[in-house]
């Protein structure tokens, strides 16, 4: 099956501007993760959506970011505007609810520079 | 926030020898998950340990869950070099929400 598609891989952008990342689950999947990785550090979940609901943003600074995810399947996560410290790797993750278990599949991730 | 804890944060070893990695949490589970994050494969699922489960394998992968204690440990045996990478435990609690640790540093030496 195909795994987790997200894009662009790599993305350079200049503070204050913004710049916006998209995910495709595995199909079938209807759990989606937004996790933000800074180098050296752990994933760091932004959103989880269950289809097109939140289950968790709690650590989202929604001031500049937000994510949404209309028809259950893909999901778009923008920054508006970008700090310098937003720089690091975007994640996306699905997993499939009936195993119960909410194993994650990993996309490659977006590198964003914040400049 | 995360609030597993792995430990230790880095850890160097020789190939052949055993790595052996802790996790510690603070809420209840309903599943315990270990990933492994290498440049080149990304973020993978390795093991997946039930509540109810207090030991599991997977090939060269053996997981314990002490719930009482509330940790887990991941131990690799005969590790390789393609085993260098970092190692994070999750909490998948109950709620449906999942809490990552920060992460053990793996080196292993040729």
């Known amino acids: 099956e195909a795994g987790v598609a997200q894009s662009p891989r790599y993305k350079i952008i200049e503070k204050r501007q913004s710049v916006a990342f998209w995910c495709n689950p595995i199909?079938?999947?209807?759990?989606l993760y937004w996790y933000q990785q800074i180098l050296g550090q752990g994933p760091k979940l932004l959103i989880q959506?269950?289809?097109?609901?939140?289950?968790?943003d709690s650590q989202l600074p929604k001031d500049r970011f937000s994510a949404e995810r209309l028809k259950g399947v893909d999901s778009t996560l923008k920054i508006q505007p970008a700090k310098l410290e937003d720089s690091a790797v975007y994640l996306c993750?699905?997993?499939?609810?009936?195993?119960?278990?909410?194993?994650?599949?990993f996309g490659p991730g977006t590198r964003l520079t914040v400049t | 926030s995360q609030q597993g804890e792995e430990d230790p944060q880095a850890l160097s070893i020789q190939e052949g020898e055993n790595a052996t990695m802790n996790c510690s949490y603070k809420t209840s589970i309903n599943n315990l998950q270990w990933y492994r994050q290498n440049s080149g494969r990304g973020l993978v699922h390795l093991i997946l340990?039930?509540?109810n489960e207090r030991e599991k394998h997977s090939g060269r992968l053996r997981v314990t869950l002490d719930t009482s204690k509330k940790s887990s440990s991941l131990l690799i045996t005969a590790s390789r070099a393609a085993d260098t990478a970092s190692y994070f435990c999750v909490n998948a609690g109950n709620n449906r929400k999942l809490i990552w640790g920060l992460g053990t540093s793996l080196a292993v030496n040729p």
């Open positions: 993750a699905s997993s499939s609810p009936f195993s119960g278990n909410y194993e994650q599949y």
């Open positions: 340990i039930r509540s």
């Open positions: 959506f269950q289809n097109n609901g939140v289950v968790d």
């Open positions: 199909s079938g999947h209807a759990t």
